[in-house]
């Protein structure tokens, strides 16, 4: 059974920091790519990052840049969104999600590329992040 758990999210003021993680079993963890997505109420979800198979090539929102680090361990069957330099805007429920390693549309970011978000099968429960101002 394919499972992604999300965990690590909270209450954060402004300027502050937090990691999320994400948890993956069921699948060959190492040929999917595995992306963070986030969603507001009255809002479709967006694309904020995404960490590419094996090699690890990674992309970012614009909105993020620079201030978010995806990263991925193996060992563990995990990947991480390092969130620095929160801003009240970044309030949101955040997934993550898995792609499988077979055709793809492909969603150019403001730093790279990720599969469209179509094309991730396999999603996580979300984890509430709220920045405080």
């Known amino acids: 059974e394919v499972q992604l758990v999300e965990s690590g999210g909270g209450l954060v003021q402004a300027g502050g920091s937090v990691r999320l993680s994400c948890a993956a079993s069921?699948?060959?963890?190492?040929?999917?790519?595995i992306g963070w997505f986030r969603q507001t109420p009255g809002k479709e979800r967006e694309g904020v990052s995404c960490i590419k198979s094996s090699a690890g090539n990674t992309a970012y929102a614009d909105s993020v840049k620079g201030r978010f680090t995806i990263s991925r361990d193996s060992a563990k069957n995990t990947v991480y969104l390092q969130m620095d330099s929160l801003k009240p805007e970044d309030t949101a429920v955040y997934y993550c999600?898995?792609?499988?390693?077979?055709?793809?549309?492909?969603?150019?970011?403001?730093?790279?590329?990720?599969?469209?978000?179509?094309?991730?099968?396999?999603w996580g429960q979300g984890t509430q992040v709220t920045v405080s101002s």
């Open positions: 069921g699948f060959k963890f190492d040929d999917h790519t």
């Open positions: 999600a898995a792609a499988a390693p077979i055709k793809i549309r492909i969603e150019q970011y403001g730093t790279g590329w990720c599969p469209a978000l179509a094309d991730f099968g396999s």
